[in-house]
């Protein structure tokens, strides 16, 4: 492993070298054979990686899950349009984390801090990419319509998308280009997170398309972020801070929101969707003042709604 972090440790020069300087690249393959489709052309450094690497991500079953779906979205919808591409943004985010955990294995010490001081980095200029186009718009008082919100989601996608190629092309290069090779069932380049079939796993369903929860969304939006909410156990802890957070004034909500009683939660796989809720106690001369509380709360920390039935 230390000749290999070691080895590891020149071809991140050199790969950061060839990124850096990706504009000046040409590309030696036979144009009527492009490495990648269209819609990637703009990664340019994407071309210079090999055709066994470039075959895996070409083929990456997000990607190929996200143009699945694309068909039974409605994305001439603004609202389901925003929340198909605000999922995959979570997707990929979720899919860079995990490649990064893969890659942080092979690093020295010394390798580690330069590449958290360059990930911060990139974060940083992401985040400075939409703030500066944020306040452009608003000082401008610059409205966009749906297909410009659209690109502006999609564009991000292509960002945490590039970046996790990037991060698993370095795990490559340790994993295989090396004297001493990771065994190929050992490696894990070539793997991808499936935030849509785990995160709900174990959870009965639920469709968000429904039209009672439909009504909800329009009777009680939220525009909090809670952070992530990647299990049931944590859409739970989420869903009572939400609920013991109320204000009085909004309903009249107990001073225990689940009143001892179980917590129900189901899962909306298509909008990556934890509905949580409480039941009330069967029991008699027992009252509860506001009902049953619930909650919608995607997996990257939007609430959607949150309210009390009678």
Not at 164 to 191: C, H, R
Not at 242 to 261: M, V
Request: proline fraction near 4%.
């Amino acid at each position: 492993m230390l000749k290999t972090k070691k080895v590891l440790a020149a071809l991140l020069a050199s790969a950061v070298f060839l990124v850096s300087s990706c504009g000046a690249v040409k590309n030696n393959k036979p144009s009527e054979s492009p490495i990648v489709p269209d819609s990637h052309r703009n990664y340019a450094f994407y071309e210079t990686y090999n055709e066994a690497f470039n075959a895996v991500m070409r083929e990456n079953p997000i990607d190929a899950r996200m143009e699945a779906e694309k068909s039974e979205i409605e994305m001439a919808n603004t609202r389901e349009g925003q929340v198909f591409y605000d999922r995959y943004i979570s997707i990929w985010q979720e899919e860079l984390a995990f490649s990064i955990r893969n890659l942080e294995q092979y690093l020295t010490p010394e390798d580690l801090v330069l590449f958290e001081e360059s990930q911060r980095s990139w974060e940083e200029s992401v985040d400075a990419e939409n703030q500066f186009s944020n306040a452009l718009k608003e000082s401008r008082d610059i409205g966009l319509g749906t297909q410009a919100v659209a690109n502006a989601l999609k564009y991000l996608i292509e960002k945490y998308r590039e970046r996790d190629f990037y991060i698993k092309y370095m795990t490559y290069l340790a994993e295989v280009s090396v004297i001493d090779s990771v065994p190929e069932a050992e490696q894990t380049w070539n793997q991808f997170v499936d935030p849509l079939s785990s995160a709900g796993a174990g959870v009965d369903d639920f469709s968000l398309d429904d039209e009672y929860y439909q009504w909800a969304l329009a009777s009680f939006p939220s525009d909090k972020n809670v952070g992530d909410v990647l299990d049931a156990q944590s859409a739970i802890a989420k869903a009572n801070e939400l609920w013991l957070a109320a204000p009085a004034e909004e309903a009249y909500w107990p001073d225990e929101p689940i009143n001892g009683e179980e917590i129900v939660v189901q899962y909306d796989a298509k909008y990556q969707c934890w509905l949580v809720s409480g039941t009330l106690k069967n029991e008699p001369g027992f009252v509860t003042f506001g009902g049953v509380p619930h909650a919608l709360i995607q997996i990257d920390g939007n609430v959607l709604a949150v309210w009390h039935s009678d």
